[in-house]
């Protein structure tokens, strides 16, 4: 099991990107890790199936293999900052970075692709939006790429501190504030826990309004983003480290129904848990 500070990253290109509709837009599979950060427009992201509704300040994280199309609204301008990564090692050949619908994959061209359970854990969508700083620092990978000198190995510190950053910010924030660390450690130990919104305020003596802006202004989510997310973070883990089944992890976490929890997490992770245990255990 390799851990997240190991990438290595290659960066094989980064690059602004205006969408018009054109073939390269069209469905794909691609051989490297992509990122694409949005700067401008609405539409969705179609990645395995599930589609990701993108718009300013959304990032989509492709990993190799995944089958994919951009689906952009038509009258507004659309525009983000794209990279291709190999993550693993340097690639023999830097081309094609995917390959377009009907061609077949060519499985000699597939990046190297190591068991990483932090990786896994990125979602396939997110927003950016409250992690300014973020953006910035994936707008400067794609910025130093076609930098005169040093160009490979400016862009692959940055896309390695664009990746740890990125895992800090969405699994690893801390609350200063005792009263919502207090909700957040309870969220990660018990994310099955069906509690409402007024018990979280209970627990913390607050009101609903002061309540959720502090949580939001202490972890950059919702309660009820955060929430999910630690759910997804611990199905992620039992996928990989349990022999349960998915029906049993779904009722471990709260879920209902095994329909809504593989709704969630295909949404999520851009790929569904059987497919998704599958993938990490092979």
């Known amino acids: 099991m390799k851990q997240l500070v190991e990438v290595m990253p290659f960066v094989r290109l980064a690059m602004p990107w205006t969408y018009v509709g054109e073939a390269a837009e069209g469905t794909r599979i691609g051989y490297t890790y992509a990122f694409h950060l949005f700067t401008e427009g609405r539409g969705h992201v179609i990645v395995d199936d599930v589609a990701h509704i993108v718009e300013r300040g959304s990032l989509v994280f492709i990993r190799p ?146 309540f959720y802006k502090l949580f939001k202004k202490e972890t950059g989510m919702t309660p009820k983003q955060y929430l999910l997310q630690m759910k997804m973070k611990k199905a992620n883990v039992l996928l990989q480290e349990s022999r349960q089944s998915i029906t049993s992890i779904a009722d471990q976490l709260g879920y209902d129904s095994i329909h809504y929890f593989s709704k969630q997490f295909s949404a999520y992770y851009g790929i569904s848990p059987s497919r998704f245990r599958t993938r990490t255990t092979t």
């Open 65 to 210: 293999g995944q089958v994919h199309s951009f689906h952009l609204k038509p009258g507004f301008v659309s525009e983000s900052y794209n990279a291709y990564c190999d993550f693993w090692e340097v690639p023999a050949v830097l081309n094609p970075r995917f390959s377009f619908h009907p061609e077949p994959l060519e499985p000699s061209l597939m990046t190297r692709i190591e068991n990483c359970q932090e990786l896994d854990t990125l979602p396939t969508k997110c927003s950016l939006r409250t992690f300014p700083y973020l953006i910035e620092l994936f707008m400067q990978i794609s910025k130093s790429f076609e930098s005169a000198h040093y160009a490979t190995q400016i862009t692959s510190s940055l896309m390695q501190a664009f990746l740890l950053r990125w895992y800090n910010s969405f699994t690893g924030m801390n609350p200063s504030d005792y009263r919502i660390l207090k909700i957040t450690e309870e969220m990660e130990r018990h994310p099955e826990q069906q509690l409402s919104f007024e018990q979280w305020c209970d627990k913390c003596n607050l009101e609903k309004s002061h």
